[in-house]
């Protein structure tokens, strides 16, 4: 076997290695590929099946592939387990991520959280929210908090977003710093976060996501789709493509092969 030929091995050997290491683990995975009808009672690719942990009429409507959260309607609220029974424990950080598809309000949009991390059935945290956009009539923005409320000390857009456009959010929970990081359409692991909530955090050990829909009479209904849940940033976003180091690996031996 030629130098060359080893080299490319060698390559190809190192970004599958990548590849296959770079993940820890899924705990949720769910396209929501489900019958029209009620969210609860299906069961995700990767954890728990969904039920209810609060409320016990007007569930979370699967539409089309998608989960619709319809914030005027209310109010059975859904959450799926980790894989496993995995529980955060000091030293975790847990991740997750999905897109998301505001509609126009039929009134006034009122701030209200719909997407968190969840321990038993009330315990919350690293918690979405739609919130008033920066200019008056200008769309909405997103921003995640610890609390029931987005605070200064919570993480918010600086920019509205448009209704009735796709977009992705990631974010994080540290189990041990009790806070939390928020991203807007992250391209890959190398996405810096718009920041991180210094609001309060709770102790509890979250096992599920779940997903609320308030009866705030007026408000939009949310679209998401590609939901993602795990112990590293790589489980729930893109990473760079291993075909890219495969690339450049191959272009570097053809420059030392012409150098010579």
Do not use: C
């Amino acid at each position: 076997m030629n130098r060359k030929s080893v080299s490319l091995l060698a390559i190809a050997a190192l970004a599958l290695t990548i590849g296959s290491t770079a993940h820890a683990a899924l705990l949720i995975s769910d396209t929501f590929d489900y019958t029209n009808g009620s969210l609860a009672g299906n069961t995700p690719t990767t954890g728990g099946k969904w039920a209810a942990h609060s409320g016990t009429t007007n569930d979370i409507q699967v539409v089309s592939g998608a989960a619709v959260v319809n914030e005027a309607t209310g109010v059975q609220d859904d959450n799926s387990t980790f894989a496993g029974g995995v529980t955060a424990t000091t030293g975790s950080v847990l991740y997750s991520s999905y897109t998301v598809n505001v509609s126009a309000p039929t009134g006034t949009l009122a701030p209200v959280y719909f997407g968190m991390f969840l321990n038993g059935t009330s315990n919350f945290t690293s918690r979405v929210s739609i919130a008033a956009p920066a200019t008056a009539g200008d769309g909405y923005r997103i921003a995640l908090s610890q609390g029931s409320s987005t605070t200064a000390a919570g993480v918010i857009l600086t920019a509205d977003l448009a209704f009735g456009t796709t977009y992705t959010i990631a974010t994080s929970y540290d189990y041990t710093n009790k806070n939390g990081s928020l991203w807007l359409n992250p391209v890959d692991t190398s996405s810096a976060p718009l920041g991180t909530t210094t609001d309060s955090g709770f102790s509890d050990a979250v096992g599920a996501y779940a997903f609320r829909q308030s009866s705030a009479t007026g408000n939009s209904s949310i679209t998401i789709d590609n939901l993602k849940v795990g112990t590293t940033f790589a489980d729930v976003v893109p990473e760079p493509s291993t075909l890219s180091l495969l690339g450049l690996g191959a272009l570097s031996i053809i420059r030392r092969r012409k150098s010579r």
